[in-house]
């Protein structure tokens, strides 16, 4: 399996809402990550778990809370969100977290969340 | 930090000829290099990668090629496919990956 599956594909939510997006791999890999991608934009980092605890949150604000339940699994729980915040959310995961300079650090990719916030 | 860009926002070749999309990165000490393609309604996916200690990398109708003297690195498709059309960013790896904010390349028939 090598594969980052990434639920759900689409998501409308108000902005009193509270939502979950959702994020699983069986690749065996120890780091996760959540990037935020606007339209014809770069995706940017928001979160990294490294063996299961948050290693970097780039100041991302906290209606926005991350979660890793075990090394498969990681949600972005949803809280008050703007309009703003409507964008594609990225799950990705690889081999090691942070500060190894080799192969194993290659991101494997979700196909994404496509939030839309009313 | 690190900064990463790419020279072209578009790019649009014919199908059958070779594509050469160009990005630039701002650190010297950056160590690793990583091209993504990205199609439409998916996520990025991984093309090839090249560390600082190389000149040149090749994969399937794919070759990366760093100068670390003008700390420019380019990606070169041979004879492009329709397949090939997605949005391509290059990314440096330090302490994380900074993506490039990408080239739309379109292969016209």
């Known amino acids: 399996d090598t594969e980052v599956t990434q639920t759900p594909k689409h998501l409308v939510m108000g902005m009193t809402n509270k939502k979950s997006l959702k994020c699983e791999q069986h690749?065996?890999?120890?780091?996760m990550y959540w990037y935020k991608q606007k339209a014809k934009k770069p995706p940017e980092l928001m979160f990294v778990?490294?063996?299961?605890?948050?290693?970097i949150n780039e100041s991302v604000p906290s209606r926005f809370s991350p979660e890793c339940p075990n090394s498969s699994l990681l949600n972005l729980h949803l809280h008050a969100l703007q309009p703003e915040d409507s964008a594609l959310y990225l799950c990705?995961?690889?081999?090691?977290?942070?500060?190894?300079?080799?192969?194993?650090?290659?991101?494997?990719f979700g196909a994404g969340s496509r939030l839309t916030v009313l | 930090g690190e900064s990463v860009g790419l020279h072209l926002p578009t790019l649009s070749v014919q199908e059958g000829d070779n594509s050469i999309i160009n990005c630039a990165y701002s650190?010297?000490?950056?160590?690793?290099f990583i091209w993504y393609k990205q199609e439409s309604g998916k996520g990025p996916q991984f093309i090839i990668d090249?560390?600082?200690?190389?000149d040149k990398r090749q994969g399937q109708r794919v070759t990366v090629l760093l100068n670390k003297t003008v700390k420019h690195l380019s990606l070169q498709i041979a004879a492009t496919q329709p397949g090939d059309s997605a949005v391509y960013f290059c990314?440096?790896?330090?302490?994380?990956?900074?993506f490039g904010s990408g080239t739309q390349l379109t292969v016209l028939p």
């Open positions: 990705a995961s690889s081999q090691l977290g942070t500060g190894g300079f080799s192969g194993a650090n290659v991101l494997t």
């Open positions: 690749m065996g890999h120890r780091a």
């Open positions: 778990y490294s063996y299961e605890k948050l290693s």
């Open positions: 650190n010297s000490a950056s160590d690793y």
């Open positions: 090249i560390r600082s200690n190389m």
């Open positions: 990314a440096v790896l330090r302490r994380q990956l900074t």
